[in-house]
């Protein structure tokens, strides 16, 4: 069974850094997509990024292009979102999420993937 454990979230303030870990478990990720998700308060959740896991072609979301950067690591199992110049309007829980065989058209819809963490909290005071 699939399992995905984020960690790294917390408290920081504006302009600061954070790097967000997902370790994930139960099978091999040959073909899967991994993403990043978040959800603000009183907000649909939204992607934020993608990595393929064989090939690590990586994609961030307008919004936070030259401020995060998606990797990740195959022989930890583990998917990582570096965060830097953090804004108060990053304020969220941040999900991690694995798709199979998604399409790169499909990347950013949440319901193509089928398994996600628990989240962690990003909170980034001004």
């Known amino acids: 069974q699939v399992q995905l454990v984020e960690s790294g979230g917390g408290l920081v303030q504006a302009g600061g850094s954070l790097r967000l870990s997902c370790a994930a478990s139960?099978?091999?990720?040959?073909?899967?997509?991994m993403g990043w998700f978040r959800q603000a308060p009183g907000k649909e959740r939204e992607y934020v990024a993608a990595?393929?896991?064989?090939?690590?072609?990586?994609y961030v979301v307008d919004s936070v292009k030259g401020r995060f950067t998606i990797s990740r690591d195959k022989a930890k199992s583990t998917v990582y979102l570096q965060m830097d110049s953090l804004e108060p309007e990053d304020t969220a829980v941040y999900y991690c999420?694995?798709?199979?065989?998604?399409?790169?058209?499909?990347?950013?819809?949440?319901?193509?993937?089928?398994?996600w963490g628990q989240g962690t909290q990003v909170t980034v005071s001004s």
């Open positions: 990595i393929t896991w064989n090939f690590g072609f990586a």
């Open positions: 139960g099978r091999t990720f040959s073909d899967y997509v």
């Open positions: 999420a694995a798709a199979y065989g998604l399409r790169r058209t499909d990347y950013g819809k949440r319901s193509e993937y089928g398994h």
